[in-house]
T-cell receptor, first 110, second 112 residues
Framework: GQQVMQIPQYQHVQEGEDFTTYCNSS?????IQWYKQRPGGHPVFLIQ?????EVKKQKRLTFQFGEAKKNSSLHITATQTTDVGTYFC??????????FGSGTQLTVLP | EADIYQTPRYLVIGTGKKITLECSQT?????MYWYQQDPGMELHLIHY???????EKGDLSSESTVSRIRTEHFPLTLESARPSHTSQYLC???????????FGPGTRLTVT
């Protein structure tokens, strides 16, 4: 099945700094989803990207889907302590099951 | 907020016991999923269902089994628990028209 590489695995930032996590695939993706999981919590859907070159924003979060639909990124501007958690990208399979990336654990230092 | 529930939230049991993890959703979703996640790690799909009487194994080999007798209910059973089954088990369902999956709060299982 399809696989996706997600980097970095860990990221520590000072509050107010920016943060970016990347997902890369060797194959063209039909779509990509992003989830956030707070420590001790469950994944919560953030967004789905479908179109080549698509850029979507949610307040301080910016999501991009590459032109070739093989990579995606999530960028957080001016991080806050509430941004702490693990961010996963996920690919949708033929049965609409999700294959998750390994996740990026974000720590925000006050 | 999605209406998907899992019980128990925490479970500590001895080796060899049979256990069933419950998952229910009130959204009428046809597609449901079980994922296994070790602390700080990625989620691995272990079972999924297209609808009533439909179940499939996921990418990760698992000694568990599932059933789907009712749309809203998707329990997962371990016939004989082992310490290697210690993990968090997350249930999810998928919306009809959107691609997003709604996750339950998870069951943290410890097998001693």
């Amino acid at each position: 099945g399809q696989q996706v590489m997600q980097i970095p695995q860990y990221q520590h930032v000072q509050e107010g700094e920016d943060f970016t996590t990347y997902c890369n695939s060797s194959t063209t993706l039909s779509n990509i989803q992003w989830y956030k999981q707070r420590p001790g919590g469950h994944p919560v859907f953030l967004i789905q990207l479908v179109k080549s070159g698509e850029v979507k924003k949610q307040k301080r979060l910016t999501f991009q889907f590459g032109e070739a639909k093989k990579n995606s990124s999530l960028h957080i501007t001016a991080t806050q302590t509430t941004d702490v958690g693990t961010y996963f990208c996920a690919l949708s399979g033929s049965a609409r099951q999700l294959t998750f990336g390994s996740g990026t654990q974000l720590t925000v230092l006050p | 907020e999605a209406d998907i529930y899992q019980t128990p939230r925490y479970l500590v049991i001895g080796t060899g016991k049979k256990i069933t993890l419950e998952c229910s959703q009130t959204m009428g979703h046809d597609k449901m999923y079980w994922y296994q996640q070790d602390p700080g790690m990625e989620l691995h799909l272990i079972h999924y269902s297209y609808g009533v009487n439909s179940t499939e194994k996921g990418d990760l080999s698992s000694e568990s089994t599932v059933s789907r007798i009712r749309t809203e209910h998707f329990p997962l059973t371990l016939e004989s628990a082992r310490p290697s089954h210690t993990s968090q088990y997350l249930c999810a369902s998928r919306g009809h028209s959107t691609g997003e999956q709604y996750f339950g709060p998870g069951t943290r299982l410890t097998v001693t």
